[in-house]
């Protein structure tokens, strides 16, 4: 049972282009995660997405940020006009449904660390 | 959000025990006291997780006193491979915004 997959692993882009990041959840996990990890810094929780739902992105930037989790194919994290301070480590996690009351454990791929010229 | 605090680093010998101590004084009755490991490059890693006294699995132990309010997780005999950050955190029951503070580095020596 592979891992949960991210790509690009490592993603160069200029100030004002876009950035896409990639996030396959593991087999049989319906809802995906996005955080954020600035140097030197913890994990900070981003949006939170179901198929074809964002249930909460409360962690989001409002401005150039946007995520998906289409009906097919994986997630994506999509940066518009990118700024030196987007440069970070972005970090996908998945978790299978389970109960409201149960702890869901989140497990994380290997990360996108982007970095803008 | 309760707030947990732990040391920012620590330096342990190969073969040795090791003890991280993190308190959480506003812990609420519903939340779960969680451990990451996340090494360099890498997403973090789940490791154990408790709710009060103690829990253990093939790599930690977890010690959670009578009122809740710090935890310890404990490395027995670490190597080499267990240097890493260790995360703290404090998570309500059903809830799925994992709050990740700096973590304590953990450096083993040879």
């Known amino acids: 049972n592979a891992g949960v997959m991210q790509n690009p692993r490592h993603l160069v882009r200029r100030r004002g282009q876009e950035a896409r990041l990639r996030c396959s959840p593991m087999?049989?996990?319906?809802?995906v995660y996005w955080y954020r990890q600035l140097p030197e810094e913890g994990l900070k929780f981003m949006v939170y997405?179901?198929?074809?739902?964002?249930?909460?992105e409360s962690g989001m930037p409002k401005e150039r940020f946007s995520a998906e989790f289409p009906k097919e194919g994986p997630s994506i994290l999509r940066i518009q006009q990118v700024v030196r301070g987007d440069s970070a480590a972005y970090f996908c996690a998945s978790s299978p449904p389970t109960a409201y009351s149960s702890y869901n454990e989140q497990f994380f791929g290997p990360g996108t660390r982007l970095t803008v010229l | 959000l309760a707030k947990t605090t732990q040391p920012i680093s620590m330096d342990s010998y190969e073969g040795q025990e090791v003890n991280i101590t993190c308190s959480h004084n506003n812990i609420a009755t519903n939340d779960y006291i969680t451990w990451y490991q996340q090494f360099p490059s890498q997403g973090p890693r789940f490791i154990i997780q408790g709710y009060k006294t103690k829990v253990t699995n093939e790599v930690a132990s977890l010690f959670i006193p009578a009122d809740r309010k710090s935890s310890t997780l404990s490395l027995p005999r670490v190597s080499l491979s267990d240097t890493a950050v260790y995360y703290c955190l404090v998570v309500g029951a059903g809830s799925y915004q994992l709050t990740f503070g700096k973590g304590t580095k953990l450096s083993v020596i040879p």
């Open positions: 087999k049989g996990h319906s809802h």
């Open positions: 997405l179901q198929k074809e739902n964002i249930i909460d």
